[in-house]
């Protein structure tokens, strides 16, 4: 059997089991993430480290690929949200992303916009995609990941489908998980920060 195949269903197993004990243990959802992410990556990182999408010929190159894409998706989702309102009221960013409560600002940039999306490149793209992709032509194996990449957030949310559909197409064409890696950091700071700072910028535009 594939080890990635055996991997992903530990990882399953493991995102299962902590979600349905998580109600029994008396820590904060950062630090539980942190806990659940940590068995993960150790569990990944272990059995398919030469499988899971971490290696690259450049490092330097795909962090700089990262970038300049989410330069690019940045400017792209604001001149879209402009276009937008001519016809939405308020824009389609405002409504689609809403803001979040954080208690610890340093714990939720460092696990929930750092390690998580780290981990979750690593499974859901390093591992499931590529496993697919064996199988399946790309554009359904980007749709597939894409939808259980949304689904694992709680919901099919639509800013977390067009996240899976980009970061798996990244993968596809790196072969590796880097620049997906940045761009989805990038876009979870970007996703936290927007409902604070983008009205203050479109007044004064």
Known sequence: MDRRLVVIIL???VE???????????????????????????????????????????????LIIGICISLLFSATALLMDIASRMFTPGGILTNLILKQEVKNTLMFLLIG??????????????????????K???????????IFFASMHGHIAPVQ??????????????????AAYVLHVLANIGIWIFPFVYPV????I
Do not use: H
Request: with cysteine; glycine share 6%; hydrophobic share 55%.
């Open 201 to 204: 910028i479109l007044t004064r």
């Open 113 to 134: 916009c750092i390690f998580a999306p780290f981990v979750e490149e690593l499974f859901f793209r390093g591992l499931f995609y590529s496993w697919m992709r064996q």
């Open 11 to 13: 990882v399953c197993l």
């Open 136 to 146: 399946l032509p790309a554009i359904v194996a980007i749709m597939i990941s894409a």
């Open 16 to 62: 299962l089991l902590m979600r349905v004990l998580y109600e029994y243990f008396p820590i904060d959802g950062l630090t539980y993430t942190l806990l659940t992410r940590s068995m993960e990556i150790s569990i990944i990182l272990g059995l398919t480290f030469d499988r899971c999408g971490i290696k690259a010929k450049s490092l330097g190159r795909e």
């Open 161 to 178: 489908l067009i996240g899976g559909i980009a970061f798996a197409t990244i993968f596809e064409w790196r072969k590796n998980i880097w």
